[in-house]
Structures are given as C-alpha cells and as structure tokens.
C-alpha cells in the first residue's frame, strides 16, 4: 500500500555525480515515522546495503564503500528521501533501490524493510 518511486539516476563519468530521490505516497503508515535505506545490486551480485536514515534524519549509517562519497538526507515535508553521489566510480554501476521501514531506527539489513521501489539504473564509466 506503500510506494516508493526512484528517480535521478543515468549514466556519468568516474568523478562525476548523481542524485537520487524517492518519494514515498500511498496508503498505510507515516512516512516521517518510518526509517529509509538505499541499497544497490551490481551485476552479478547480490544486494548491498548503501546508506540508511532514521526517522527524523538525525541518525545516519553509510556503507564503507561510499563512506565521504555518497550522503543520505530525507525531507520529511516531502516524503522524499535523497541520495547525493558524489566522486562516483565504475564500481559504483548498478540498480538503486528505495527501501521503507515500518520502524524508526536505521539499519543496514535489508530484513527490516518492507517496502522497495523499483529501482534506478547508475552507471558510471572510467
């Protein structure tokens, strides 16, 4: 009853950067009550964590690998979740996915979401 929609990704160069939105609407629960990840899926391989946010946006936790590169930020006024790429790598090419939390701290595991979006394409050429 949840919809988490991506958008913003594309095809850049190493160094350049990207932002990614998800906008959540729909019936069901709160959107600022909630906490938010992205996560991402390189051909390949399984699902990787990326960055995740709790409810009120005071608590963060980022993947080592994006650590200094990539900040997650959310507009609880907007229902949007934002994910700001910065320095990005071929390493970096995959399928960005949105994902919702019916609870309010922030996690790495995917097990605690409910709710994903579709996904947005990110490649990133050397």
């Known amino acids: 009853q949840v919809q988490l929609v991506e958008s913003g990704g594309g095809s850049v160069q190493a160094g350049d950067s990207l932002k990614l939105s998800c906008v959540a609407s729909?019936?069901?629960?709160?959107?600022?009550?909630?906490?938010m990840g992205w996560f991402r899926r390189a051909p390949g391989k399984e699902r990787d964590f990326v960055a995740t946010i709790n409810w009120s946006g005071d608590k963060t936790i980022t993947a080592d690998s994006v650590k200094g590169r990539f900040t997650i930020t959310r507009d609880n006024d907007k229902n949007t979740v934002i994910l700001q790429m910065n320095s990005l790598k071929p390493e970096d090419t995959g399928v960005y996915y949105c994902?919702?939390?019916?609870?309010?701290?922030?996690?790495?595991?995917?097990?605690?979401?409910?709710?994903w979006g579709q996904g947005t394409q990110v490649t990133v050429s050397s």
């Open positions: 729909g019936r069901g629960r709160t959107f600022s009550d909630g906490a």
């Open positions: 994902a919702g939390s019916p609870t309010g701290w922030e996690s790495s595991s995917p097990y605690v979401y409910d709710a």
